[in-house]
């Protein structure tokens, strides 16, 4: 079974960068498949963030894309989210995903992390 | 960019009811690429159907999507307890490649 768990910081200052991790078990991110961001700001709905594949090709949502940044690590089986310059509309949940290559829908989630702006 | 509606943003109803959902797109969608996600309080949201009338693996068939274009639908034939929260749909869009959500109906009991 394909489980994801998000790991970063609860906590991040107004203007500052927003970091997560996203460690991926039963299955190899090399294998193939896309691994996406989604967040969730409280009481509200869901807004994609990024995608990445094996092969470290990415794409990111327009209204975010000057602050985002997303990488892969194989070798650890692993993907991250870099959020830069946060202010306080940026507090979510933050999800991470597997994406369907073929149906381009997020067949497995993680549990999720809030992650609050605030000085 | 497309924006995806659905409607209504809410719905009471009780067990044992057919609910239907609507999300309609600003503009053409294809149909492999329309998914459906039930979201339960506290919870990560669960895959339900994709490619428009797929179901997920060990979802009930009184799930089902229908629709293409620009109109979609998600029906729960018979409404259980465990039904009620909110309901997203989810689109791909390759120029650019952007995935988007609707805002969401909540399923309510009546």
């Known amino acids: 079974q394909v489980q994801l768990q998000e790991s970063g910081p609860g906590l991040v200052k107004p203007s500052e960068t927003l970091s997560l991790t996203c460690a991926v078990s039963g299955y190899s991110i090399s294998s193939g498949y896309s691994w996406g961001w989604i967040r969730q700001p409280p009481g509200k709905g869901l807004e994609w963030i990024a995608n990445i594949n094996h092969s470290g090709s990415t794409s990111y949502n327009p209204s975010l894309k000057s602050r985002v940044t997303i990488s892969v690590d194989t070798s650890k089986n692993q993907f991250s989210l870099k959020l830069s310059s946060v202010t306080a509309a940026d507090t979510a949940v933050y999800y991470c995903?597997?994406?369907?290559?073929?149906?381009?829908?997020?067949?497995?989630w993680g549990q999720g992390t809030l992650v609050t702006v605030s000085s | 960019e497309i924006v995806l509606t659905q409607s209504p943003g809410t719905l009471s109803l009780s067990p044992g009811e057919r609910a239907t959902l609507s999300c309609r797109a600003s503009?053409?969608?294809?149909?492999?690429?329309l998914a459906w996600y039930q979201q339960k309080p506290g919870q990560a949201p669960r895959l339900l159907i994709y490619?428009?009338?797929s179901r997920a693996t060990g979802i009930p068939d009184r799930f089902s999507g229908s629709g293409s274009g620009t109109d979609f639908t998600l029906t729960i034939s018979r409404l259980e307890p465990e039904d009620f929260a909110v309901y997203y749909c989810q689109q791909y869009g390759s120029s650019p490649p952007v995935y988007t959500f609707g805002q969401g109906t909540k399923l309510e009991i009546k």
């Open positions: 995903a597997r994406c369907n290559w073929n149906y381009r829908h997020f067949d497995f």
């Open positions: 503009q053409s969608v294809s149909s492999s690429y």
């Open positions: 490619g428009a009338s």
